[in-house]
């Protein structure tokens, strides 16, 4: 699965929508929403956050583990 997929799957499973999601990061709703349509990939920073936010390594968010 990749990383726009284990991204929306995530934050479906919390009721959030883009923009609750990046309110909660630091980031902006439209970085969100590029992240989920694979137009742009995060930034180190941004991984991190997703980590900690969602209790996921980042070698599952970024789909390298199942």
């Known amino acids: 699965m990749e990383f726009k997929d284990r991204l929306r799957e995530l934050r479906e499973n919390k009721s959030?929508?883009?923009?609750?999601?990046?309110?909660?990061?630091?980031?902006?709703?439209?970085?969100?929403?590029?992240?989920?349509?694979g137009k742009k990939m995060p930034s180190?920073?941004?991984?991190?956050?997703?980590?900690k936010f969602f209790d996921e390594t980042a070698d599952y968010l970024l789909g390298l583990e199942d």
């Open 44 to 51: 180190v920073q941004a991984i991190i956050a997703l980590s």
């Open 16 to 37: 959030l929508s883009q923009f609750e999601l990046g309110k909660e990061i630091g980031f902006s709703m439209s970085i969100v929403n590029k992240w989920e349509n």
